[in-house]
Structure formats: structure tokens, C-alpha cells
């Protein structure tokens, strides 16, 4: 699969092989800057199982979690800096360590459009 986000505000999955859309994600209030895979794995009663998590960046200044199984509503949301016009413009997960005694945590790294880059987790 492969993940895109869009100008007309989507998030979309994309099977590679038939170059079909399997699922489409709709939340964001403006276009779509970044996407990513997280490493996050959830589990879904609804579903009945565990499915992968993706996030999205958008101009509407807010990170959007998604569960791939379902797209009937997001799962977590992240406002970005409260700063005018700060919109999402990259996003990417990382394995940071905070000290020598704690193991590895995934941290979100995200960048605005106003230069700042946050790390959230």
C-alpha cells in the first residue's frame, strides 16, 4: 500500500499493484501536507483484531491519527503551535531515548510552516 494526502483535504491508502483506492480518511479542515506510517499498533473490538495506525499533517494545523482498518472517525488529534497561519509540513516518527536508564520512546517530530520544529511523546 501506499499513503497520500491532498489538496482536497483527504488522506487516502492506495493498493500499489491494481492502483486502486482502497480506503479514504476525511477530518482536515484544509489541505493535506504530510502523511505517515507510525509504528503504533492498536487494538480495534469493533474490528476485531489489531491494525496499524497512519497520521496526517494538514494546513488546519492539526495531526490526525487514523486506524487503517476503519475510517469511520480519527482516533487521536494533535493541535499544532497556536501560532497564525502554523499549518502541519512534515511529519516523522523517531526512537528517542530520554536518559541511559529508560528504553527507547517514539517520539512524532513535526515541522510547521513558520520554520519550528515540535517533537510530541
Same mark, same amino acid.
Given at each position: 500500500?501506499? =499513503?497520500?494526502? !491532498?489538496?482536497?483535504?483527504? @488522506? ?8 486502486? #483506492?482502497?480506503? #479514504?480518511?476525511?477530518? +482536515?479542515? !484544509? ?10 499498533? @492498536?487494538?480495534?473490538?469493533? =474490528? ?6 497512519? *497520521? ?6 492539526? &495531526? ?7 475510517? %469511520?472517525?480519527?482516533? $487521536?488529534?494533535?493541535?499544532? #503551535?497556536? %501560532?497564525? +497561519?502554523?499549518?502541519?509540513? *512534515?511529519?516523522?516518527? =523517531?526512537?528517542? %531515548? ?9 517520539? =512524532?517530530? $513535526?515541522?510547521?510552516? %513558520?520554520?519550528?520544529?515540535? &517533537?510530541?511523546?
Amino acid at each position: 500500500t501506499i =499513503l497520500s494526502g !491532498s489538496w482536497d483535504k483527504s @488522506v487516502r491508502l492506495w493498493d500499489i499493484r491494481s492502483g486502486q #483506492e482502497i480506503q #479514504e480518511f476525511i477530518g +482536515h479542515m !484544509s489541505s493535506v501536507n504530510a502523511v505517515e506510517y507510525s509504528s503504533f499498533i @492498536v487494538d480495534n473490538k469493533e =474490528l476485531g483484531g489489531s491494525s496499524n495506525v497512519i *497520521c496526517s499533517g494538514a494546513e488546519d494545523n492539526i &495531526i490526525r491519527f487514523w486506524d487503517v482498518r476503519s475510517n %469511520k472517525k480519527e482516533l $487521536y488529534i494533535i493541535k499544532g #503551535e497556536e %501560532k497564525e +497561519h502554523a499549518g502541519i509540513m *512534515c511529519l516523522k516518527f =523517531l526512537k528517542l %531515548k530520554r536518559n541511559s536508564k529508560s528504553n527507547n520512546i517514539i517520539n =512524532l517530530c $513535526y515541522g510547521s510552516n %513558520k520554520g519550528s520544529i515540535s &517533537i510530541w511523546g
